[in-house]
């Protein structure tokens, strides 16, 4: 198989929260007909006190007004109109963000909650009836991957945690097959359905026990078994979840269970694997049979440009039996697929943490006194079509005056 086919079947995806928010978001309130909750579109607005000149705000009677998103909303600004105590207002504290020198507004608030009150001693001594909330958008929810396996049957589908359906849901979208009908063969064998349970209820938890309605909800990231009891007969659902960046095999792949992937120097695992960076700092390996087929690609985010495979070692340099100060060291220079070995010497075991100072010369030894220890570090260069490797070694060398 070509390897430009093999790099098709890692498919890595992120939906990554966003800080990105639309411009000139905002929602108003007046608050003066006395009510203690007001509630939007948007937000919600609760106070201590309120009449109709307004929100009491007031230290000596404890009164605060608390403005609080429904969906996840970022409150970015709010203004405040001031129906009484204007002369109070450069008190004006709140619970997050930067209140203006005359009270009137509190900036860079960026939270989903936030409580306004006043440090003056004075007694109710400022009511506001006007709130203008500027916000951003609610950060998009990343969503993980949920792969489900039932009688060698394993579906797949993208939802944010926590993911609430039911047990019929569930079931049909795995065997594409009825829960209730189930439900219905199985009584009439005398095998009623009489319990369903998880393994792990911190990924998966299970509900009160109704039927195809049963609710299930999938939690967090992990694995857990759904057990379903008809009588003693019990089937078994496979879950397996995991983090928004993650790396599984595409549907129709002969032999997926064969294929094994490894992330960095990690130790090889069965597909699917979450936990990525997505930031193009891991180097992904695809294996098949434990024989290296994709000798890399590196995590990055759809909205990155695809990255290229990495260079890889084909043959390592291979240092001389005996060596001397001044002398080259490497009797071979070593292989490489995708582009061109750089080498760099050290007088002391600290891995270079870039390629600055390599080069293609094969080094040459130098005197270190008393220890005598040369370091030999290299990498791979990538061409056009690849990335640099890692850097590799060291190679430890004695080397001596001649």
């Known amino acids: 198989m070509r390897k430009t086919r093999l790099l098709i079947l890692l498919a890595l995806l992120m939906t990554a929260a966003t800080g990105a928010w639309a411009d000139d978001l905002s929602e108003s309130f007046t608050t003066n007909t006395g009510a203690s909750v007001y509630t939007g579109e948007h937000f919600t607005i609760t106070g201590s006190q309120c009449d109709e000149d307004g929100f009491y705000l007031s230290k000596a009677n404890s009164r605060t007004v608390t403005i609080t998103s429904k969906n996840g909303e970022v409150i970015t600004m709010i203004e405040m109109t001031y129906n009484w105590g204007l002369q109070h207002s450069a008190s004006t504290s709140a619970t997050a963000g930067t209140v203006s020198a005359d009270g009137m507004s509190v900036t860079n608030i960026n939270g989903t909650t936030v409580t306004i009150s006043t440090t003056a001693d004075t007694e109710d001594a400022i009511q506001i009836d006007h709130w203008k909330i500027y916000y951003g958008d609610a950060p998009a929810v990343p969503k993980h991957l949920i792969t489900a396996t039932h009688d060698e049957q394993t579906r797949s589908l993208e939802q944010p945690l926590p993911y609430a359906t039911t047990i019929g849901e ?130 990055t985010s759809d909205a990155a440009p695809a990255a290229k495979p990495v260079a890889t070692l084909t043959e390592a340099p291979k240092p001389l039996d005996e060596y001397y ?7 071979t220079l070593g292989t490489a697929e995708g582009g061109t070995l750089m080498y760099k010497l050290t007088t002391t075991n600290v891995k270079p943490t870039s390629t600055e100072g390599f080069s293609t010369e094969n080094p040459k030894g130098v005197e270190n006194a008393p220890s005598y220890k040369n370091y030999i570090w290299y990498y791979i260069k990538g061409d056009d079509t690849y990335s640099d490797s890692e850097i590799f070694g060291p190679i430890e060398l004695d080397v001596w005056d001649s």
């Open 170 to 299: 569930f079931y049909e979208a795995v065997t594409g097959k009825s829960f209730s009908d189930l439900i219905s063969t199985m009584s009439l064998l005398d095998m009623p359905l009489n319990g369903i349970s998880s393994s792990k209820t911190d990924v998966v938890s299970i509900g009160e026990l109704n039927g195809a309605s049963t609710p299930v909800t999938v939690n967090a990231d992990g694995k857990a078994t759904i057990s379903i009891s008809f009588g003693n007969y019990v089937q078994g659902i496979f879950v397996s979840v995991v983090s928004p960046l993650y790396a599984y095999m595409k549907d129709g792949v002969k032999d997926a269970d064969k294929w094994t992937v490894k992330v960095g120097e990690g130790q090889a695992q069965a597909l699917p694997i979450g936990g990525l960076k997505g930031d193009g700092s891991e180097t992904v390996t695809l294996q098949y049979n434990g024989r290296l087929k994709v000798k890399g690609v590196k995590a």
């Open 325 to 331: 100060v001044g002398d080259e060291l490497l009797e």
